[in-house]
């Protein structure tokens, strides 16, 4: 089991970037894929980033790909998302979650179904 608390959300102008962290407590952290999704009012969820357990594959939604960055450091127990270039309608509660289904991760990265713990998520706003 992995417990996840995101930190790192804010108001930033467009334009503007920011940093979220996910800090995960257990000793399993690198046992886990990892993802983030967001969820702005009135919408589902939506996938954001994923990243592998080790760090080399890494895969986005269309409209982050080239804005967002997703990293992780399995010494440190933290995945990273970095947004960069931010528009208002990427303000959302962002969440990271911990998918453990290895051999179906390859497929079923974006699903927000599969994945197996959560954190509390951590608002990002970005004004006009």
């Known amino acids: 089991q992995v417990h996840l608390v995101e930190s790192g959300g804010g108001l930033v102008q467009a334009g503007g970037s920011l940093r979220l962290s996910c800090a995960a407590s257990?000793?399993?952290?690198?046992?886990?894929?990892m993802g983030w999704f967001r969820q702005a009012p009135g919408k589902e969820r939506e996938f954001v980033a994923a990243?592998?357990?080790?760090?080399?594959?890494?895969y986005y939604a269309d409209s982050m790909e080239g804005r967002f960055t997703i990293s992780r450091d399995n010494a440190k127990n933290t995945v990273w998302l970095q947004m960069n270039s931010l528009k208002p309608e990427d303000t959302a509660v962002y969440y990271c979650?911990?998918?453990?289904?290895?051999?179906?991760?390859?497929?079923?990265?974006?699903?927000?179904?599969?994945?197996?713990?959560w954190g509390q998520g951590t608002q990002v706003t970005v004004s006009s």
């Open positions: 979650a911990a998918f453990s289904q290895g051999a179906i991760f390859f497929r079923d990265y974006g699903r927000s179904d599969k994945y197996d713990y």
């Open positions: 257990g000793r399993t952290f690198s046992s886990y894929a």
């Open positions: 990243i592998s357990w080790s760090g080399p594959t890494t």
